[in-house]
């Protein structure tokens, strides 16, 4: 878990925003955000595509045979799952287009193509967005879960992420939630505490339509 106190001054900005990112906050309470930041950039992108589209008990189940399939104690290495089969790969629970997305992973670490975190923490967002979606597989979003949750990167809106606009949406009891780009150019007022707001925006309250209601 986040320690305590560690996202005070991200709360305080949102607060001040306006009306309905205060009430927002106040009925969250403390933000939780709990980055991975052991983890290198490699075994969190390994670990995105397990869980894709999966509930956490179902991804937990392929990193387990996975890591028995490929008889290591930790996660496994890069090399260990680029010479790991197709076959293999298929028994840990992975789809057949996600085995080919976690050998080409595999591959990038090996090549310097996903840098290692000491790399990666020299690189901007946007590089390292445009560098690792290169791989086949890996879209924006996985890489911007990246940013947030294995580099701790605070400033990070996944305008994309269909929980996020809709978040948006229910705050300010709009029709429709705004589409990504609208949501940029919202969320450029929200800089630079991007990533607590849109850790806020997934917890928006979506019964209500409202949290002034």
């Not at 690792?132 to 949750?149: P, Q």
Request: net charge neutral.
């Amino acid at each position: 878990m986040s320690e305590p106190g560690r996202y005070i001054r991200a709360e305080a900005f949102l607060s001040d925003l306006d009306a309905d990112w205060a009430r927002l906050v106040a009925l969250v309470g403390p933000c939780r955000h709990d980055p991975k930041a052991a983890r290198e950039p490699y075994e969190a992108l390994v670990r995105a595509i397990a869980y894709q589209q999966l509930t956490a008990k179902a991804g937990d189940a392929i990193i387990g045979k996975l890591k028995r399939q490929l008889a290591v104690d930790d996660f496994p290495s890069a090399a260990d799952i680029a010479t790991a089969s197709f076959e293999v790969l298929r028994a840990c629970g992975f789809s057949a287009t996600k085995v080919a997305t976690v050998k080409a992973i595999a591959e990038g670490a090996l090549t310097g193509l996903v840098p290692p975190r000491a790399v990666a923490a020299t690189m901007s967002d946007e590089e390292l967005i445009e560098r690792i979606s290169a791989i086949k597989g890996i879209g924006r979003w996985t890489v911007e879960m990246l940013l947030m949750y294995t580099l701790e990167r605070e400033d990070v809106l996944p305008a994309d992420d269909f929980g996020v606009r809709e978040g948006y949406r229910a705050l300010k009891a709009l029709a429709a939630p705004p589409t990504p780009r609208q949501l940029r150019e919202l969320g450029a007022a929200w800089s630079p505490h991007r990533t607590v707001a849109s850790w806020y925006l997934w917890r928006m309250p979506r019964e209500r339509g409202n949290v002034l209601a």
